[in-house]
């Protein structure tokens, strides 16, 4: 339970703008900078997020008296959603209501006094020295899923089992031949790990658990794909004869830019990094909490370079430092400077053309609305014999 928010006060009243960083790892246990007992690494370079808004802060921290509003620092925990079994328990004990970070700010009230946000993030496929504006991101659905059979000697009495492992092999030919039907303007994406796959070879598995997302670029557009992929997981466990439970649990909103505040994020990058390195890229198929804050202020989520390797992959480095750490946190200081001087007419401007998707309250609503537990037994079903 991490998280942390300050304020620089302006010399003069007006909006308030957040500058945001990220405070989470992953679980990359191949990456050479692995924490050795729990494999987490900084492999989408987050930790990069923090020198930005701490290099932002002392900067702005010197100008704040001839600024109009405030600026508001938040460090924000959980972005990566995983882990889904330990967040389950943190909800279930009434620790958190959601498993992003910034849901959960924004569930304690903590973006209730912010007008804007700002935030930016690592890539590494792009020219080290460039910024890229992205369009959009995907938002998702998050599904902790357990099939049940029954245990039995895998050797000596398969037949007296049921084999829980070949529910998931069943539901997934299905979702698989359910691909054909994924819309290509959705930009779908369904993808799982299992977190127990079975006990002991020799036992028949008795309980499989998943974890899966499932993507798109609209809220219709994942409950569709949620649908169809929960058909496919009942597919599984009446094949085999046994029951599956899914927990489907609100994920992350599509992200939707504000083009007004992207707009000054891009002459200041051109300042620094020179025009023919802002990079305009299509909405990509990702997913932030972010895009759950764009719903009800405006936001942006660029990114910049100075890492190479892969996101979230074991080669995943620092290769320039001062494009990694140096130049992101000016980028943050020149664009909260440009919207709070002269009166704040910038962030005004931007917050009158803002067109909120969501109040906080139907936001909290609709995340409350994706909680779903269905169960599924094969046992459940009768047919009638004509
Ligand atoms: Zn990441
Ligand atoms: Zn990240």
């Known amino acids: 339970m991490t998280g942390i928010k300050g304020f620089i006060k302006g010399g003069a009243k007006g909006p308030t703008v957040a500058l945001l960083g990220e405070l989470d790892a992953l679980i990359n246990r191949e990456h050479p900078q692995a924490d050795s007992i729990t494999g987490a690494a900084h492999a989408c370079g987050h930790f990069a997020q923090i020198a930005w808004l701490i290099g932002g802060a002392i900067g702005l921290n010197r100008v704040a008296e001839k600024l109009c509003g405030n600026i508001a620092l938040l460090a924000v925990p959980a972005e990566e959603f995983i882990s889904m079994d330990f967040r389950e328990g943190l909800r279930e004990s009434g620790t958190i209501r959601y498993f992003g970070g910034k849901q959960e700010f924004i569930r304690l009230n903590l973006f209730d006094d912010i007008d804007i946000a700002l935030m930016n993030h690592a890539h590494t496929d792009k020219p080290v020295r460039s910024t890229q504006i992205i369009e959009g991101y995907n938002g998702f659905i998050g599904k902790s899923i357990t099939f049940t059979g029954r245990a039995s000697h895998?050797?000596?009495?398969?037949?007296?089992?049921?084999?829980?492992?070949?529910m998931f092999h069943v539901a997934l030919s299905a979702i698989n031949a359910q691909r054909e039907t994924f819309k290509d303007t959705d930009a779908a994406r369904v993808h799982f790990i299992i977190t127990k796959g079975g006990d002991s070879v020799n036992v028949v598995p008795e309980e499989v658990k998943i974890e899966m997302f499932v993507r798109a670029n609209s809220i219709k557009a994942i409950n569709g794909l949620s649908g169809k992929v929960d058909n496919a997981l009942k597919a599984g466990a009446l094949g085999i004869g046994g029951?599956?439970?899914i927990k489907n649990i609100p994920g992350y909103m599509p992200l939707v830019p504000d083009d007004d505040l992207y707009n000054i994020w891009k002459q200041n990058a051109g300042r620094i990094l020179g025009n023919k390195?802002?990079?305009?890229?299509?909405?990509?198929?990702a997913s932030t909490d972010m895009g759950d804050v764009s719903h009800i202020i405006p936001a942006i989520e660029p990114s910049t370079g100075g890492f190479a390797g892969?996101?979230?992959s074991k080669d995943f480095r620092v290769t320039?430092?001062?494009?990694?750490?140096?130049?992101?946190?000016?980028?943050?200081?020149?664009?909260?400077?440009?919207?709070?001087?002269?009166?704040?007419?910038?962030?005004y401007g931007i917050i009158k053309g803002y067109?909120?998707?969501?109040?906080?309250?139907?936001?909290?609503?609709?995340?409350?609305?994706?909680f779903r537990t269905e169960k599924f037994s094969a046992s459940d079903l009768s047919s009638t014999l004509l």
């Open 154 to 166: 895998a050797g000596a009495s398969p037949h007296r089992g049921i084999n829980a492992l070949n």
């Open 277 to 285: 390195n802002i990079i305009t890229i299509p909405a990509i198929t």
């Open 310 to 312: 892969g996101m979230h």
């Open 320 to 347: 320039d430092e001062e494009m990694a750490y140096i130049i992101p946190a000016k980028l943050y200081a020149m664009t909260v400077i440009d919207l709070l001087k002269n009166n704040g007419n910038q962030a």
């Open 355 to 370: 067109k909120k998707k969501l109040t906080k309250n139907r936001y909290l609503k609709t995340l409350d609305s994706m």
């Open 243 to 245: 029951s599956v439970e």
